[in-house]
């Protein structure tokens, strides 16, 4: 692979040889997730930043050498990344910081960040002959894996989703083609089930944290925002969490960045969950570590970051801890509430996971664990069509009126009024 060096346990610090694990730890287990660590000298003295940045290569693919492919690997032939990172002065001026970015994951082709993670696991499955992916989801994951198998005949996608998913997510999958199991019990049933099957059948497992190559691409992002911004890193990244793969995998990519000397400092990641699925919020904040930490009931109408357990907890506290993070906790109301104030302030449409991050900022803003003069980048992990049923009660329904021109300036009035 190139410039692979080893794949280390993030608990026990223990290194296996590239392509010796499928998985995780053997002697951690699930909570032992890996490391896809490279040659970073290597790559430092024979890499330029820039020319990485040339139109020859397009998306998440022009990263290729920092990912563990090796030259002659296929990757899925659908365009991933390369996502805007968009000024938002309304809301930085409202939030009262120096600078806002929006990073709009929803413009990928499944319309979800997810899309570099499961593009990045295809590869993989590709260059091993596998000939099936499965994997559990609650639904943007799925959607994704779904998306990028449609344009590999060589591989089927096998999807376990909570029966409670969107429909709309579950329309996705069905049309791309996938194989789709509705189950009726958690994320994390799912998440078991679809693990334990996987191994009997010989199947190649993408689930979140268990498989190491999620973080490889959605590592990529970070590696956009840096180039995006002139290789100057913002005071902080502001996502919202659930398993806690996104905000493992940007830690990854920006202390790569600053590994390979291209750029000075990496930002503060400002981790933001739901109260109704907080696991990783009340773990930093009673110090329990990632080995220690027990399923809990979870329930949030942000349903991409609905996790009783997460599966890459390890990472995610690491993330926010080395890089001097922090993590805030929201209620659905607040989720519910920025849908619309995200949208009207920007015209960027997030699906509720994704607007926590809003609410999150404003939150971390308010209780002073951010300054109110930092420049952030937001990370908008989905679009908001993923699930327009919740939209819809974020903003209450239409005004309908007869077809009258008097009757229309009447409404118009009242309503301005």
């Not at 040889?17 to 896809?36: F, K, M, W």
């Not at 998440?60 to 365009?79: F, I, Q, T, Y």
């Not at 995200?342 to 449409?349: C, Y």
Request: hydrophobic letters at 45%; a neutral charge.
């Amino acid at each position: 692979m190139s410039g692979v060096r080893e794949l280390r346990c993030v608990l026990c610090g223990d290194g296996h040889a590239p392509d010796a694990l499928d998985y995780v730890c053997p002697d951690c287990g699930e909570v032992g997730t890996l490391d896809v660590l490279y040659d970073y000298p290597r790559l430092r003295a024979q890499l330029d930043r820039d020319a990485l940045l040339a139109p020859r290569a397009e998306g998440m693919w022009r990263w290729r050498a920092l990912l563990p492919l090796a030259a002659e690997d296929r990757v899925p032939p659908l365009p991933v990344g390369d996502t805007p990172l968009l000024p938002a002065p309304y809301l930085a001026r409202d939030l009262g910081l120096r600078a806002l970015w929006l990073k709009d994951e929803g413009r990928n082709p499944t319309a979800s960040l997810k899309d570099r993670a499961s593009a990045m696991v295809a590869a993989r499955a590709l260059r091993g002959g596998r000939g099936v992916v499965s994997t559990a989801s609650t639904g943007n994951a799925a959607a994704a894996l779904a998306g990028v198998c449609a344009t590999l005949p060589e591989l089927d996608a096998i999807i376990f989703v909570p029966a409670g998913a969107p429909e709309a997510k579950i329309a996705q999958l069905l049309v791309y083609g996938a194989r789709v199991l509705l189950l009726d019990g958690s994320y994390d049933l799912a998440f078991e089930l679809c693990f334990r099957l996987s191994q009997e059948e010989g199947w190649y497992c993408r689930n979140t944290g268990i498989n190491p190559y999620t973080s490889e691409g959605k590592k990529t992002a970070a590696f956009e925002i840096a180039a995006q911004l002139g290789w100057r890193m913002p005071d902080a990244v502001v996502v919202s969490v659930g398993d806690g793969s996104i905000i493992g995998g940007l830690h990854k990519g920006f202390r790569e960045l600053r590994l390979l000397g291209w750029t000075e400092r990496e930002p503060r990641l400002i981790g933001v969950q739901a109260e109704g699925s907080s696991a990783l919020v009340q773990a930093a904040r009673e110090g329990i570590g990632a080995a220690a930490m027990r399923a809990q009931k979870a329930s949030t109408i942000a349903d991409s970051i609905s996790a009783g357990l997460p599966r890459d907890r390890a990472k995610a506290l690491r993330a926010v801890q080395q890089s001097n993070g922090a993590w805030v906790s929201v209620p659905d109301e607040a989720i519910l509430a920025a849908i619309p104030r995200l949208a009207q302030a920007s015209g960027v449409f997030a699906e509720p996971a994704a607007a926590a991050a809003l609410a999150g900022l404003e939150s971390a803003i308010a209780r002073g664990q951010l300054s109110r003069d930092s420049s952030v980048a937001l990370l908008v992990t989905g679009n908001g069509l993923k699930d327009v049923a919740t939209a819809g009660r974020s903003v209450g329904a239409a005004q309908r009126v007869p077809p009258d021109e008097n009757a229309i300036r009447r409404a118009l009035q009242e309503r301005a009024a």
